[in-house]
Structures are given as structure tokens and as C-alpha cells.
């Protein structure tokens, strides 16, 4: 076996170059960030959105600034026949598709007790089924090119509870067994799934919760003391999507500080 | 009982995507009954076929190949086994079968079990490109 150079910046090393990636819901927060940090190690990044073509513009540009290669595309995750076009949308665009982040998510938080049955569905359809929808879109072409790795952004709240979050947890509980049974049925083609369960990242979708009061109440709860970055997570699925991961399939991989490590926070027992 | 050009990368497909020696796998070999092949084989199987002769199979193509058009309702009797009209069928693309004795015996959900290796490389000549094989 050959002496290798030890461990680098991931940053350092164009680990991705040539390789082509799809991340839904780039818009902004978390996709965006993922999005940025495929382009630095040598994606050609495909920025999908659903609504905000401007800002998806932006991700696009910001990328486009450093020397990478993007394009921005837009399509509901929600409605399988766009998940198609999308999919076909980047190998027209970009040349093919190498890795799949199926990040796209919403929250509608509720009480189960006050919640209307609307509110789940949409979250399940967003949530779960465009994770489904891309994954079956995407999986032709990676299981014929017999290589890939499809990265699903979970939440650790797919493997804990909280009051208020029973759709969204319920939601990204789905996708975990999902990317199990990816795994398992695509091993064998060469075609990688994983997921990443990010707790408490520093986003719009979990502003609520992280900036009430300051965010101390949930701090408490976090061994680490602090809320993700954005960039936190993004490290984490840049890895997954590379040859860094080549034997990990089928991992669900919390980025949360120890956050569902931890019993509680205290002293010594003794 | 026809040979093509097209079996020996047929042949292999099946050995990449079983494991087996290929010995193992022989033109009459039943993929589902000889060679234990599930679903997710069949479709590694298809995929590999597609790559070494551009033939693209789907794996509902094979359902439609083997049934040959004819609705449920006429493939299968009453109590689930081929009828007649299938059987007919079924000489004309599994041509090793003898129906004389599978008659009102031949459970419609077992078809399958009787497509072998040949078998399947005839149906890849209807499928690949022209020029090709």
C-alpha cells in the first residue's frame, strides 16, 4: 500500500471535481450552504429551488464567482413528475449526476392535539416524498452508471422527540428508513445513501426555536454549547458525497453537537 | 431451438450479477428456478445486458414478453392457472416447454420460474439496437 500524505482540509482537496451533484432546496440556509461547499471541493452543482429563483440565483453566482459551475432549477419536490425534470433538467445542463442531496424540508409545528390533518400531509409530501421522488428520479441513471451517492438531509428529531415537531419528526423518521432501504437496494449497483441528522443548525427553518430567548433554553441542552453552522453540516454531506465515504452506506450520521448523546448535562454522579 | 449473438454476454450478465462460476450458468438454466434469481437480480441483470449490448430492457418489458399482450382475465383460468390461450403463448416464446403437460397444472404467478437463460437472450434480439450483436 502506497505512503499517502496525512489528513488534509477537506477544503484542500478537489475531492468532487468532475462529478456532477444535484442539491434540492438550495435556495437558501442549509441547501445553500451544501451547495457552496459541493462547488469548493470541485462540483458542478445543480441549485434547486422552489419559489425563490433570486436567491437561487445568488447560490449560483456566489459559485460561479469562485470558478465552479452551477446552474439553478426549479421544481416542487413535492410532485414526482417535477422531480423527473429536474433530474433530467441537470444532465442536460451539467453532463450527468453523480451525487443527489435531497435536502428540500418545511415545518408547520403544531400540537397533535390541535393539528389539522393538512398540516402533516404537507410536511410528509415536502419532507418525505421529495426524498422519494428525487431518489426514484435519480436512481436510472446511477444504477445504470453503477456509481453515486444520494446524501438525505435528516434531523435528529427523526430519532427523538419534541413537543410540537410530530410532522416534521415523524417526516425525517421516514427518511431515515427510507435511506436504509436505499442502501441496501443499491449497494450493489455501486450507488452510496446515507443521511445526515443535523440538530439545532443556525437556519430560518428552526429561527423559532433558536432565537427564543436568545436561544439559552436549548443551549442547555447541547453539550457543545452552541448551535451549528450551517458549514457544520455542509463538511459532513461534502464528505458522504465523496470517495472519502466509498464504504459507507446506509448511515445516519448526527452533526449535532451531542445533542442526542446526551442523558443530561450534570456532574459527577460519585 | 434457436442460438444467438447475443447469449454469451447474456450469460455473463448472470454470472456478474449472481456470483456464480460460469459454469454454473448454462443456456437452459432457469433464472428464477435454477439460479435463485430475485427481483433486485433481475433488474442488475437487465442493467448489465443494456451495458454490453445497448438492449434496454425494463423489467416490466419481461412480464409483458412472456404474457405476450394477453389481459389477466384471458392468460389465467378461473383457479389461477394458465389457460389455454397462454400456453399457446408461451411455446412461442419459451420454446423448451412441453404444454402437453402443463396444461390446467401451470400456475400463472410461476411462469416466470420456467424463463431460462436462452430465453432471455432471444428476447434481448427484439430489444437491442439495430446493427448491433
Not at chain 1, 4 to 10: C, K, L, M, N, T
Request: aromatic share 4%; hydrophobic share 45%; glycine share 12%.
Amino acid at each position: 500500500m502506497p505512503v499517502s500524505a496525512g489528513p488534509r482540509g477537506a477544503a484542500d482537496q478537489p475531492s468532487l471535481a468532475g462529478r456532477v451533484a444535484l442539491v434540492t432546496g438550495a435556495s437558501r440556509g442549509l441547501g445553500a450552504a451544501i451547495a457552496l461547499g459541493l462547488a469548493a471541493r470541485g462540483a458542478a452543482v445543480a441549485v434547486n429551488y422552489h419559489a425563490s429563483r433570486a436567491r437561487a440565483e445568488e447560490v449560483v453566482r456566489a459559485i460561479e464567482d469562485e470558478g465552479g459551475k452551477a446552474v439553478a432549477l426549479p421544481a416542487d419536490v413535492a410532485d414526482p413528475d417535477a422531480c423527473a425534470e429536474l433530474v433530467a433538467g441537470t444532465i442536460a445542463n451539467l453532463g450527468g449526476l453523480d451525487v443527489l442531496v435531497n435536502n428540500a424540508g418545511i415545518t408547520k409545528d403544531s400540537l397533535i392535539y390541535q393539528q389539522e390533518p393538512a398540516d402533516w400531509l404537507a410536511v410528509m409530501r415536502v419532507n418525505f416524498g421529495g426524498v422519494v421522488n428525487c431518489t426514484r428520479a435519480a436512481m436510472g441513471t446511477m444504477l445504470r452508471q453503477r456509481s453515486g451517492s444520494i446524501v438525505n438531509i435528516s434531523s435528529v428529531m427523526g430519532i427523538r422527540g419534541w413537543v410540537g415537531e410530530s410532522p416534521y419528526a415523524a417526516s425525517k423518521a421516514a427518511i431515515n428508513a427510507f435511506t436504509r432501504c436505499t442502501a441496501v437496494e443499491a449497494a450493489r449497483f455501486g450507488v452510496r445513501a446515507n443521511a445526515v441528522l443535523p440538530g439545532f443548525a443556525a437556519t430560518d427553518l428552526v429561527a423559532g426555536l433558536t432565537t427564543k430567548n436568545g436561544g439559552r433554553g436549548i443551549l442547555r441542552q447541547i453539550p457543545a454549547k452552541s448551535f451549528a453552522g450551517p458549514e457544520d453540516v455542509a463538511n459532513v454531506v461534502a464528505f458522504l458525497a465523496g470517495p472519502g465515504a466509498a464504504y459507507m452506506t446506509g448511515s445516519l450520521v448526527t452533526v449535532d453537537g451531542g445533542a442526542s448523546a446526551v442523558l443530561g448535562v450534570g456532574a459527577p454522579l460519585g | 431451438m434457436s442460438d444467438n449473438n447475443y447469449l454469451p454476454a447474456v450469460q455473463d450478465a448472470v454470472v456478474e450479477a449472481l456470483g456464480l462460476e460460469t459454469e454454473e450458468v448454462t443456456p437452459d438454466s432457469t433464472l428464477t428456478g435454477d439460479l435463485g434469481a430475485e427481483s433486485i437480480d433481475l433488474l442488475d441483470i437487465l442493467f448489465r445486458i443494456e451495458r454490453a449490448t445497448g438492449a434496454k430492457i425494463q423489467a416490466s418489458d419481461l412480464a409483458d414478453h412472456i404474457q405476450g399482450g394477453i389481459p389477466d382475465a384471458e392468460f389465467g383460468t378461473d383457479d389461477d392457472m394458465v389457460s389455454d390461450l397462454g400456453l399457446a403463448h408461451l411455446q412461442a416464446v419459451m420454446p423448451q416447454i412441453h404444454i402437453a403437460d402443463l396444461v390446467g397444472k401451470l400456475p400463472a404467478d410461476e411462469v416466470i420460474s420456467l424463463f431460462t437463460v436462452r430465453n432471455l437472450a432471444d428476447m434481448v434480439t427484439r430489444f437491442a439496437p439495430l446493427g448491433s450483436g
